[in-house]
């Protein structure tokens, strides 16, 4: 008998070290990569808040101009998120995700040319259209790798690209507009700010064909084994959540499913806190009475700095003690306070740079904490269109919240308004995340 116990779990360790060992490939493989083009992703999506400090005195605009362009993309997002996503689904993630990165960053790096708010509006609402189906699609494959218990510390490592993508942006948008400044090949700086970060888009997006796999079948670096046991986890966690949750199957089911549309206002929320800080970070930084573009990139850096660092840690927390609700209302909890900080801290910038830190931080760590949640309630069937769904009502606040926060600083001469409504929204947001069943939540 004894014999027998010590041969059985031998055997159950051995699987347990080939799962783990599994898990590391697929993680080698995967996130390094998508990290690297999502973080383009997201610095081709807000790198306008960089080209402002210098593109609306060139070209005559308002602030009013530049919020509804900043803005605009958001509506050929949301126009195109659900479709772009159920192509993804019955394609595959290699060729939709390729073809749609080579579009935005040509479309991005096209902004260059532009001379009126017209052309302005125009390129960002398609540049909206291409990106929409990135991040729900990237969310989506996860879910064809990891099951529900592994996704909130691999959404923190994916999303950790937001703030790196301010680390490293920040600095390197305020140096190009600094090194450009007296224009090159007849480009100004901004200019040069959209063509140089526009085209490694492109060039990640033919990479995607070669690097990516569909799915657990096709990757040629795994074994039979370990294929095996990755698909036998993700068979098991989709048993457990339609045991548990009853997930909706069908996307007729996804419109009829209440926990949906609150999951997908709870986005919004979230939203509007991130991209505030996205689009208004480098002129809200200026206003505290630094006027050198490389000094306002590293002080953008900051806040990004301290939130990618925090992003990573509270995906781990969250995974280890199985909680969700609480790892999701406190960081906006967190993001509310330092935006009223910042907004009391007048003519202090130590003050405000603790208090925009403080509300990066909340903000951007709300979005790895929200996505592990969507899956609970959606089965594979209805997650392509579901994740979609619940990302576009989410991105709807990538229009309103620049569009609200230039409106008002042109009526009022200060984002100080502005910024009150993004903490009530945000203090909303997180009492939303409180009206989840913990039960079905927290796995």
């Given at each position: 008998m004894v014999s027998i116990a010590s041969t059985f779990q031998r055997d159950v360790a051995l699987k347990q070290d080939v799962l783990e060992g599994a898990y590391r490939k697929v993680t080698t493989h995967l996130i390094p990569f998508i990290f690297i083009c999502y973080l383009f992703n997201y610095l081709d999506r807000v790198n306008v808040g960089f080209a402002k400090l210098q593109m609306l005195d060139a070209l005559k605009w308002s602030e009013t101009s530049y919020g509804l362009g900043a803005g605009i993309f958001f509506i050929g997002y949301v126009l195109s998120g659900i479709p772009s996503n159920l192509i993804l689904?019955?394609?595959?993630a290699r060729r939709v995700i390729g073809t749609l990165m080579i579009a935005w960053g040509t479309a991005s790096a096209c902004l260059l040319f532009v001379t009126t708010p017209l052309e302005f509006y125009t390129l960002r609402f398609v540049t909206?259209?291409?990106?929409?189906?990135f991040f729900p699609g990237i969310v989506l494959y996860f879910t064809r790798w990891y099951p529900s218990a592994r996704r909130g510390r691999v959404m923190g490592l994916f999303m950790s690209a937001i703030p790196i993508s301010g680390v490293l942006g920040g600095p390197l948008s305020g140096w190009m507009l600094q090194h450009f400044a007296t224009g090159q090949v007849g480009?100004?700086?901004?200019?040069w700010l959209f063509l140089l970060q526009g085209l490694p888009t492109v060039a990640l997006g033919i990479a995607v064909y070669f690097l990516l796999n569909d799915g657990i079948a096709q990757a040629k670096w795994l074994t039979h084994e370990e294929k095996r046991q990755l698909q036998a986890q993700l068979d098991e966690d989709e048993r457990h959540r339609l045991a548990a949750a009853k997930s909706t199957e069908s996307f007729s089911g996804v419109l009829r499913n209440a926990n949906v549309w609150l999951l997908g206002l709870v986005y919004f929320c979230?939203?509007?806190?991130?991209?505030a800080i996205n689009f208004w970070l480098p002129s809200i930084i200026k206003s505290l009475g630094f006027q050198s573009p490389t000094t306002i990139g590293w002080l953008s850096?900051?806040?990004?700095l301290f939130a990618s660092v925090f992003m990573i840690?509270?995906?781990?927390?969250?995974?280890?003690?199985?909680?969700r609700r609480w790892h999701l209302s406190a960081p906006l909890l967190m993001g509310l306070c330092g935006l009223m900080m910042?907004?009391?801290?007048?003519?202090?910038?130590?003050v405000a740079m603790i208090g925009l830190t403080?509300?990066?931080?909340g903000a951007l760590a709300g979005l790895p904490m929200f996505w592990p949640l969507p899956t609970v309630f959606l089965g594979s069937a209805a997650a392509a269109g579901g994740l979609a769904l619940i990302n576009s009502i989410g991105q709807i606040a990538g229009f309103v919240s620049p569009f609200l926060v230039g409106w008002i600083k042109d009526t009022t001469g200060s984002t100080d308004v502005a910024l009150y409504i993004l903490s009530a929204v945000l203090f909303t947001g997180a009492m939303l995340v409180m009206r989840l069943p913990a039960k079905v939540v927290n796995r």
């Open positions: 689904h019955k394609i595959g909206g259209i291409f990106e929409a189906g480009l100004a700086a901004w200019q979230i939203q509007m806190g991130v991209y850096a900051i806040p990004y840690w509270i995906g781990r927390s969250a995974d280890a003690k199985r909680e910042a907004t009391q801290a007048a003519g202090n910038p130590v403080l509300a990066t931080m």
